[in-house]
């Protein structure tokens, strides 16, 4: 397969190395070539199987106009353009193109949510809280996956309101922890990653699923559809 490879920041870097590991080819769009997602043109774009977006919040939904105006595929690991997702979802469906968004496409962050899901439905009594920590270079704040969590802990009780805590130190990959605490005890869920590889591999492979498809998705919806 094709995919055109936007954002050269450490996870997008190594989301092209993956992707050249699994046999792909890899076309890599600079920021200087791309303002405003001029790059993105229909005859850029003929024959790409899937766009890979790890940019920033400022910079994606240009790509996304661009590239699900032509019909293209796109994967977005880029947050913080959460509030025009109807427009993209719209514009995806008009365009007959395809938009698979994730705040993280780790299979293990994937599970750790259906886990936080079944944690506050139980936990009846207990207040909840998440600490996210992530590297220092990380420009959100919280983090997607953090809110990401605390939507999957209070649709499953309503009952809850649950308070973020960011940190940001060193080269953290990410860490994630739910505190459920009561007067009498303390239950933790955590999830931490050794390095941003599980991330650029769940991104590989997504964009290997959307590819020939038509339609939006978040990956918590499609994640073990995986090959």
């Known amino acids: 397969m094709l995919f055109v490879m936007l954002g050269q920041g450490k996870t997008g870097k190594l989301v092209g190395e993956v992707a050249r590991e699994r046999g792909h080819a890899v076309r890599v769009v600079s920021e200087e070539d791309?303002?405003?997602?001029?790059?993105?043109?229909?005859?850029?774009?003929?024959?790409?199987?899937?766009?890979?977006?790890?940019?920033?919040?400022?910079?994606?939904?240009h790509n996304m106009r661009a590239c699900l105006g032509h019909g293209a595929r796109m994967v977005v690991g880029t947050t913080g353009w959460y509030a025009?997702?109807?427009?993209?979802?719209?514009?995806?469906?008009?365009?007959?193109?395809?938009?698979?968004?994730?705040?993280?496409?780790?299979?293990?962050?994937?599970?750790?949510?259906?886990?936080?899901?079944?944690?506050?439905?139980?936990?009846?009594?207990?207040?909840?809280?998440?600490?996210?920590?992530?590297?220092?270079?990380?420009?959100?704040?919280?983090?997607g996956t953090a809110l990401s969590l605390k939507q999957v802990l209070e649709?499953?009780?309503?009952?809850?309101?649950?308070?973020?805590?960011?940190?940001?130190?060193?080269?953290?990959?990410?860490?994630?922890?739910?505190?459920?605490?009561?007067?009498?005890?303390?239950?933790e869920l955590k999830h931490e990653a050794f390095s941003r590889r599980g991330f650029a591999e769940g991104a590989v492979r997504a964009a290997e699923w959307v590819a020939g498809k038509n339609g939006c998705w978040d990956f918590r919806e499609i994640f073990e559809q995986l090959d």
């Open 34 to 61: 791309n303002a405003n997602g001029a790059a993105l043109t229909a005859e850029f774009l003929k024959g790409v199987d899937a766009v890979i977006d790890f940019t920033t919040p400022e910079a994606v939904l």
């Open 155 to 187: 649709a499953a009780n309503p009952a809850l309101q649950v308070e973020i805590s960011s940190v940001r130190e060193g080269d953290a990959s990410g860490i994630h922890v739910v505190e459920a605490r009561s007067q009498n005890d303390v239950l």
């Open 84 to 143: 025009h997702l109807a427009e993209m979802r719209t514009l995806a469906e008009r365009k007959h193109a395809a938009l698979l968004y994730g705040t993280n496409f780790s299979v293990g962050v994937q599970v750790m949510f259906r886990v936080a899901r079944e944690l506050a439905k139980a936990a009846t009594g207990y207040t909840f809280h998440i600490t996210e920590t992530h590297h220092v270079s990380k420009k959100d704040a919280p983090s």
